[in-house]
DNA sequence: CTGCCAAGGGAAATCGATTACCCTCTTGCG
DNA sequence: CGCAAGAGGGTAATCGATTTCCCTTGGCAG
């Protein structure tokens, strides 16, 4: 870590003239005991240490400002203190605020995260799963897992494994955190039918396995119970990952139609607000005119887009949730899936149309 | 990594029963050859394989899929490939942008990211610190640094650092990547002052060490040149992380002096967003009657905030900028500040007032 | 013919922490 | 009194990869 690497010269007695602290032989020897002492006074094991002598290492720890190096340790215990998160798409702000609440519980329980953009591609994700895995990983977090073929060794080699938000693509069985993504769409509909509104539009990013699947099911098994025939719904969408620009080209293609929509229903918050500059350039009143929306329910709506009606994600929900879901996994439990409860806003509760 | 821990029974053979892949140990054996020269094969070291032996060593290492532990590589060689990225607030979108494009240029140079969010504070920083050198971490990268014990300790260990849109508390000439704050603050002053305006207001969140410091410093001043008396411009702040929130309160009270300022500088887009609710609570049209500055420039707003002028920060740029310091560091040099363009974006070019 | 150097490659030390195994005392109990 | 159990603690193996010494062989110049 520092500047002239330097490897040429070993310390000669154990410990001297290291350049990253004090090391648990500087410890034991400082303390006057063997190294296999120190540790388990460290590790507080019992009946293995008298209270003076332990005593005296916490001491010399305290003097030397010893702290234990992970990386020996993990080398021993064939496991690491770090938890790999990967996450399909950082830019999402939804998806950065489900890693920030993720990274801050790992840290109340001694863990560090090591976060990971697989941009959707299964390359980049395979990659990482085995850089995860090479590091010893003490589990990995999949915030929007895309299929591939590490994916599937570490599912059959029994590693930790967690997927948010979006199942296990190769097994729906896999353990789960997220929101009842069927369930908010299914509430979406229900808004959207009490107020008696027909002219319905669907803009969405790719449904390959995401969240918005789900979505889309929840709300079109809703419609269609309802006696809507959702196959003949305008529904648009587009290729790439940047939501907005998708959002915006989505809705100028509803827009064209013979009868536009009146009511949008966008499957990230992203999508909406690029559905929203096409709507207000085309010279539409937002929301007398038409009605979004969305899911998320990115932070700053209630600020600069009081327009938006959307699904509440309880990002802060996330980290809490999934620290105890791992902490059930390490106890050898096969623990269902967890559904965190999410909150549809409405904004403009009249709708058009 | 796996659930039954089960560590009691050790693997007879080197690296057989292995849970995490294959060793070097079984690369070596399958090729025939010691673990000496598979390494030397496998890390490129020349005229120490003939290239008869290197093929077999790589067909063995292709057999078995062999990665290189990382954790042992570290430990030997007192480096890890992982870097600390440590944030000041991930909830700011900006600040994860800017991970997130740290974390893409860090994989191009086969790197991991290990990212902490510090919350702003000093004694969270400092636990980050250490931990981030118990892993070995090969640099540390402060977005947004707070003054803390540890960081003076790493900085006078020559640890390789970098101070990412904020100077380093503790030394101004420490490595800095990020805009000129003091010059985009001067550019919004610029564009304030030839539109002839002179009811200024100024809000912000802390400014202890932030880059809002600098970016006030450099606003002032300009003003200050075209006989401002900036001392007694108003302005309002709030404590506390939420900057929306800080915006929204901070505007209120702007809004209650005798003559409210007819334009706004937020010292960030959040704040501005706080800023621009409560304007339109109180019934005013913005920026008609009322305009807003703000800085980041958050890729949202040509969408949904037009409203907005704002000093785009390339977060795109970030990674590789970084990547590039890093590189000048690790050969020993000691390169100046790196400065990215900036660019004020004017969405409404006419200022009121 | 001798000495030297380079290429090729192996044995073993090393990084730091954990832990199995062994040894030595006490102490308590039959 | 004898002996087992447990407390207290040291020695050394171990995790996986890197790297320092070595050793051997050939080739070539002197």
Redesign the interface.
């Known amino acids: 870590?520092?500047?002239?690497?330097d490897?040429r010269q070993p310390a000669a007695r154990p410990g001297v003239d290291r350049?990253?602290?004090a090391s648990l032989a500087m410890v034991a020897a400082r303390a006057g005991v063997s190294v296999a002492t120190a540790s388990r006074v460290i590790n507080g094991v019992a009946n293995k240490a008298s209270a003076e002598t332990a005593e005296r290492v916490r001491a010399a720890v305290a003097d030397l400002g010893y702290?234990?190096?992970?990386?020996?340790r993990?080398?021993r215990?064939?496991?690491?203190r770090?938890v790999g998160v990967l996450a399909a798409n950082?830019?999402n702000?939804s998806m950065?605020?489900i890693?920030?609440s993720i990274?801050?519980s790992l840290?109340g329980e001694g863990l560090?995260?090591?976060?990971?953009?697989t941009h959707e591609r299964a390359d980049v994700q395979d990659?990482y799963i085995?850089?995860m895995?090479?590091?010893?990983?003490?589990?990995m977090i999949f915030v929007g897992a895309v299929d591939s073929p590490a994916l599937d060794e570490v599912r059959a080699?029994?590693?930790?494994l967690v997927f948010v938000n979006r199942p296990d693509p190769g097994d729906p069985t896999s353990p789960y955190v997220g929101i009842d993504n069927v369930a908010a769409g299914a509430e979406i509909a229900e808004r959207i039918l009490e107020r008696g509104v027909r002219r319905i539009g669907v803009l969405h990013a790719s449904l390959d396995r995401t969240a918005g699947h789900w979505r889309l099911l929840g709300l079109f098994d809703r419609l269609q119970a309802a006696g809507i025939d959702t196959a003949s719904l305008p529904r648009a969408s587009g290729p790439g990952l940047d939501h907005?620009v998708i959002g915006?080209q989505g809705m100028a293609r509803l827009l064209e139609l013979p009868v536009p929509p009146r009511v949008v229903v966008c499957l990230s918050d992203?999508l909406a607000?690029?559905a929203?500059?096409r709507a207000r350039e085309a010279g539409l009143e937002v929301p007398g005119e038409v009605a979004f929306f969305g899911f998320d329910d990115n932070?700053?709506n209630?600020?600069?887009?009081d327009w938006l009606n959307s699904v509440r994600v309880p990002s802060d929900h996330y980290g809490p949730a999934i620290v105890a879901l791992l902490q059930q996994?390490?106890r050898?439990e096969r623990p269902p899936p967890l559904y965190l409860t999410h909150q549809l806003t409405m904004r403009s509760p009249r709708l058009p149309g």
């Open positions: 870590m520092r500047q002239p690497p490897r350049r990253n602290g702290r234990p190096g992970s990386v020996g993990a080398l215990r064939q496991e690491s770090i950082l830019a702000p950065a605020a890693a920030s990274e801050w840290r560090v995260m090591s976060l990971c953009d990659e085995r850089e895995r090479a590091q010893l990983v003490r589990a080699d029994g590693d930790t907005i915006y992203l607000y690029g929203y500059r932070p700053i209630p600020w600069i887009a996994l390490w050898g």
